[in-house]
């Protein structure tokens, strides 16, 4: 019973994560999930009490995918970003998932399990910093959010954007991201900060 009862969750959480994708938490269909999950509405009440708790599942198992799923080398963060690109690229309703929580749900509080890992990449990008391999210029929490947006670029540029630039080729893409997230992590972090030029004195008036 308790292996029945986990896979028509599992079911249920995977037609809610298409679904939500697809059309919003506001617009998405209870019926529709019940029936691509091969369940019915009353289960997805019984699990999830409504449909706003379903999403919050779906929340959580994407949360968990990218957290379980990411390698992390504090030595390659390019390559970190290049590894995250790759997640968005091959689960497109990912990206959307996420702008949808943003939309509806963004005065959530930060989810615990995204915010705990992000604080230990945070800590071993520290750590890089303090043994030199990775700039200091920037905070260490300010160098992970920096290469969580380079790796998120094609899926997050507008259609207008993506129709000038042109750029399908898939390994073509992933150098792109690497090259962005190195250049973000390198010159600026060769040279001390420039410190404001004292400004002239002017006439008086």
């Not at 997805?44 to 959580?60: Q, R, S």
């Not at 390559?79 to 990206?95: I, K, N, R, T």
């Not at 073509?172 to 390198?186: H, K, N, Q, S, Y």
Request: proline share 5%; net charge negative; glycine share 6%.
């Amino acid at each position: 019973m308790q292996r029945d009862a986990e896979a028509t969750k599992r079911r249920l959480i995977d037609a809610g994560r298409a679904e939500f994708a697809a059309h919003g938490i506001t617009g998405a269909r209870v019926d529709r999930i019940a029936e691509v999950a091969q369940s019915n509405k009353a289960q997805i009440y019984h699990y999830f009490k409504n449909k706003a708790g379903l999403f919050d599942a779906v929340w959580d198992d994407l949360c968990r995918q990218i957290v379980d799923g990411l390698p992390f080398d504090v030595s390659d963060l390019p390559g970190v970003a290049v590894q995250l690109s790759d997640v968005y690229a091959d689960y497109p309703e990912l990206p959307r998932l996420i702008l949808w929580q943003r939309l509806e749900r963004g005065e959530d509080p930060p989810h615990a399990v995204a915010t705990a890992d992000l604080l230990s990449r945070g800590a071993a990008v520290a750590a890089g910093q303090r043994r030199g391999l990775v700039t200091d210029w920037y905070e260490p929490h300010v160098v992970m959010a920096m290469l969580l947006h380079a790796a998120a670029f094609w899926e997050f540029s507008s259609p207008d954007v993506m129709a000038v630039m042109d750029v399908r080729d898939r390994e073509r893409r992933r150098e792109i991201v690497r090259a962005m997230a190195t250049g973000m992590l390198a010159e600026s972090g060769q040279a001390e900060p420039r410190q404001a030029e004292p400004r002239q004195a002017g006439p008086e008036r």
